[in-house]
């Protein structure tokens, strides 16, 4: 499941922190449950709700990206400790090393984690700048070879347009590829959706909200948007 930065914030809370600690608890809750009924899950968190790489000008822009990157490990360290709350546990699989808090791992460690149910959550993005979360996403995904990447947001699937400003918006219950592409739909950012595309790895587009949406998604129930070579 992708997760972005964004998402972390949950609602604003009196302390205006970046990271909503009622939003890790939800979440931990749900993941748990889905582990419980023996789910393999892989979490990739963005950093978007402490550092915007691709948004500040202020300085050039290799550095900026490298700064949303260790963005990403807060918000996985954060997620971790939710998670081991709960007993649960996790490992965080970075993109860049920094140990002793996070460090380089391959895909056989990945495959091996998921294999011992622990939830494993990527970190780091691609750990390249000018590269999304999106991307490092769908890297992820392809090398550990999973069956769907769950892309959480606010809005509850992909539409013909912006649903917050277009009120004739359509939402698409399901959508190919090319014709996503066509219509310049921002499901991903283009070299993520192209390794989709590409590897023909199906992609559902969905709301995180109301709590029990990652469950109903996992077991087919039809919501959100399904984006595939279909």
């Known amino acids: 499941m992708e997760l972005s930065g964004e998402m972390m914030r949950g609602n604003p809370s009196d302390k205006n922190l970046p990271i909503s600690f009622d939003f890790l608890n939800d979440l931990s809750t749900e993941l748990v449950e889905l582990q419980n009924c023996g789910i393999e899950l892989g979490v990739v968190v963005g950093g978007g709700n402490i550092w915007r790489g691709a948004s500040v000008q202020e300085i ?8 949303g990157m260790l963005a990403t490990v807060i918000n996985a360290l954060a997620l971790q400790a939710a998670l081991n709350k709960q007993g ?9 090393d920094i140990k002793p808090m996070v460090e380089l791992c391959s895909h056989h460690q990945v495959i091996k984690r998921l294999k011992q149910k622990e939830i494993v959550i990527f970190a780091g993005g691609t750990g390249q700048p000018f590269f999304t979360t999106d991307t490092g996403a769908a890297l ?6 999973a069956d769907v990447i769950l892309k959480a947001t606010k809005v509850d699937g992909v539409y013909s347009s912006d649903p917050f400003v277009d009120k004739k918006a359509k939402k698409y219950t399901q959508i190919s590829y090319k014709e996503a592409i066509q219509k310049e739909l921002r499901v991903m950012d283009l070299t993520a959706f192209s390794l989709c595309k590409e590897y023909q790895l199906p992609i559902i587009v ?5 709590p029990g949406n990652i469950k ?4 087919g129930e039809n919501i959100g948007t399904i984006v595939s070579n279909a």
Not at 60 to 67: A, D, G, L, W
Not at 216 to 219: A, E, G, K, P, S
Request: proline share 3%; no cysteine.
């Open 60 to 67: 050039e822009q290799t550095t900026s990206h490298q700064i």
């Open 88 to 96: 649960i546990n996790s490992f965080i699989a970075s993109a860049i």
């Open 140 to 145: 992820w995904a392809l090398k550990i070879q």
């Open 216 to 219: 109903r998604i996992v077991f």
């Open 206 to 210: 969905f709301k995180l909200t109301p």
